[in-house]
């Protein structure tokens, strides 16, 4: 059985830095793709970051490109999300995810369970 399981959420100021983790179980996450999203109160679900399997190629979401930087361990099943420069906007609950296929997309994955990130001003 895959899971994720996301930790390091907190409270921080603005401006302020947070990394957050997610481990993941059940499957050799080498051979995958890893993204964090995230939801904020009232809005859909948005794309934050990815990663390719071997860490080789990512991508952001310009609304945290340069401030964000993803990345991953595969010796530890573990793919990180640094956040800097963190401002109110960046509120939210953050999932981490991978696709069920190697060759597949976020619209099929498993999610982990989130984790709380609340940026004060």
């Known amino acids: 059985q895959v899971q994720l399981v996301e930790s390091g959420g907190g409270l921080v100021q603005a401006g302020g830095s947070l990394r957050i983790s997610c481990a993941g179980f059940g499957r050799t996450f080498s051979l995958y793709a890893m993204g964090w999203f995230r939801q904020a109160p009232g809005k859909e679900r948005e794309f934050v970051a990815t990663i390719g399997s071997r860490g080789l190629t990512t991508s952001y979401a310009d609304s945290v490109k340069g401030r964000f930087t993803i990345s991953r361990d595969n010796a530890k099943n573990t793919v990180y999300l640094e956040m800097g420069s963190l401002e109110p906007e960046d509120t939210a609950v953050y999932y981490c995810?991978?696709?069920?296929?190697?060759?597949?997309?976020?619209?099929?994955?498993?999610w982990g369970q989130g984790t709380q990130v609340t940026v004060s001003s």
């Open positions: 995810a991978t696709p069920r296929a190697s060759w597949g997309s976020y619209s099929d994955a498993y």
